[in-house]
């Protein structure tokens, strides 16, 4: 069936360096795209989305990339602060109103 | 403003007791969806609202699983004969459509034990 995969499960980022997390999607018919924070006893909090007619959004200190080509899906953090240490899922929406989520990257910031 | 709230936070239970776990929704949000989260895992879709009633229940993992929402705004999953696998983070969102986009504000979800 259609999955949305992560790279890589854990990511370790100096304070105040940035950080890239990687997202891999198999479901070329999804349109849209959304990174979600989520810390600990707490639910996933939206961070930035990004539709398929789009390769590049910015918000505050954060980046996402789209790549249509080879189905991947990037989110970029500058200046990383300790408030950033969470895990990180991201998620695609076909159309259907369900989100699908990935297993999630945990990234830890070293103070 | 208040977001999506749920109750209980925690919920222990015995394998094969009755739970109801309780959604409120963002005042307003026509869209209402239940996530369940294993650990270690992401959100996986059970059933989503669009108004009062069930647009789509297709994650629902088999027929001990029921949810409601009779008035549009609160729901209701109600899980019966529980079983140790149903134990989870049951998640909830809602969300107000506008042009096809579909922002899915998440609560913090109830901690559901089964032992």
């Known amino acids: 069936g259609e999955s949305v995969g992560l790279h890589l499960p854990t990511l370790s980022v100096q304070e105040g360096d940035n950080s890239i997390i990687n997202c891999a999607y198999s479901n070329s018919a999804s349109d849209y795209f959304i990174w979600y924070k989520q810390e600990s006893g707490k639910g996933p909090q939206f961070i930035i989305d990004i539709r398929s007619n789009m390769d590049k959004r910015q918000g505050q200190r954060v980046t996402v990339l789209l790549n249509k080509t080879v189905k991947h899906l990037s989110l970029q953090i500058a200046a990383t602060q300790p408030g950033d240490s969470a895990v990180y899922f991201c998620?695609?929406?076909?159309?259907?109103?369900?989100?699908?989520f990935g297993t999630g990257t945990r990234l830890t910031i070293i103070p | 403003g208040a977001g999506v709230s749920q109750t209980p936070s925690n919920k222990v239970t015995e394998k094969g007791k009755y739970v109801e776990l309780r959604c409120d929704p963002i005042s307003g949000h026509t869209a209402l969806y239940w996530y369940r989260q294993s650990l270690g895992q992401g959100p996986e879709f059970l059933i989503y609202f669009q108004g009062t009633g069930a647009a789509d229940d297709s994650g629902l993992p088999n027929d001990r699983f029921f949810a409601v929402r009779p008035e549009g705004s609160v729901s209701t999953l109600k899980i019966q004969r529980t079983e140790r696998g149903d134990s989870a983070v049951y998640l909830c969102?809602?969300?107000?459509?506008?042009?096809?986009?579909?922002?899915?504000?998440f609560g913090p979800g109830t901690r559901l034990t089964v032992l």
């Open positions: 998620a695609e929406n076909s159309g259907n109103e369900k989100l699908t």
């Open positions: 969102a809602s969300s107000f459509h506008r042009g096809g986009i579909n922002e899915q504000f």
